[in-house]
């Protein structure tokens, strides 16, 4: 079966925490992208990357950092200088012509 | 980037043909416009693509004017599950590059019975 994971689901994270989303691919594409979503709004791009050991920063990178040391990976850390983190996080990977969307993971800041 | 504007929001009922106008007046010769959609909860999935004229697949159909201002994506006989959200995209897919894409706020659309 091939497509995008993420995991975990759900998440819930003190103030001052950081927290790592995980997201996985078995398409073989080379980009892969991270956007949040808050309720009732669009997508806003955080990072993505085009190719391993590379990634830049989207629209909304202040309180995020990446890595893409594998080309089927690419976590996202949700640090503790994001000051409004509670969202629905999206993680995609593309071929040239279309974006391929994982299920999401809802984080909660309590 | 070409900037998109769609309505907010449209209500339709069960068995009629629904129609979302998207604008983007700023289109480059390289852009292409595509559609997704997104139920709630869950990512959005590709819908149709296309660069001029008339494109139709098995669940929609996408009309483009001459001048590309704008794009009209077409629902045939919708039904209560095509009940979402739906996103009109507009960048150059051969870049591959995250930030070609920018989803808006996209179309509400709410079919009822």
């Known amino acids: 079966d091939g497509g995008i994971t993420q995991s975990p689901k759900y998440l819930f994270r003190k103030e001052g925490q950081n927290v790592t989303l995980s997201c996985e691919q078995n398409l073989n594409h080379d980009a892969m992208y991270w956007y949040r979503q808050d309720p009732g709004q669009g997508l806003r791009l955080i990072y993505y990357?085009?190719?391993?050991?590379?990634?830049q920063k989207g629209d909304i990178a202040e309180g995020y950092s990446v890595s893409r040391e594998k080309k089927e990976s690419f976590p996202l850390t949700v640090t503790s200088a994001q000051k409004n983190p509670t969202a629905f996080y999206l993680c995609?990977?593309?071929?040239?012509?279309?974006?391929?969307f994982g299920p999401g993971t809802r984080l909660t800041v309590l | 980037l070409a900037k998109t504007t769609q309505p907010i929001s449209m209500d339709s009922y069960e068995g009629q043909e629904v129609n979302i106008t998207c604008s983007h007046n700023n289109i480059a010769t390289n852009d292409y416009i595509t559609w997704y959609q997104q139920f709630p909860s869950q990512g959005p999935r590709f819908i149709i693509q296309g660069y001029k004229t008339k494109v139709t697949n098995e669940v929609a159909s996408l009309f483009i004017p001459a001048d590309r201002k704008s794009s009209t994506l077409s629902l045939p006989r919708v039904s209560l599950s095509d009940t979402a959200v739906y996103y009109c995209?507009?960048?150059?897919?051969?870049?591959?590059?995250?930030?070609?894409?920018?989803f808006g706020g996209g179309t509400r659309l709410m079919v009822k019975p």
């Open positions: 995209l507009v960048g150059d897919m051969y870049r591959n590059a995250g930030n070609m894409l920018t």
């Open positions: 995609a990977s593309s071929t040239r012509h279309e974006q391929f």
């Open positions: 990357s085009q190719i391993v050991n590379d990634f």
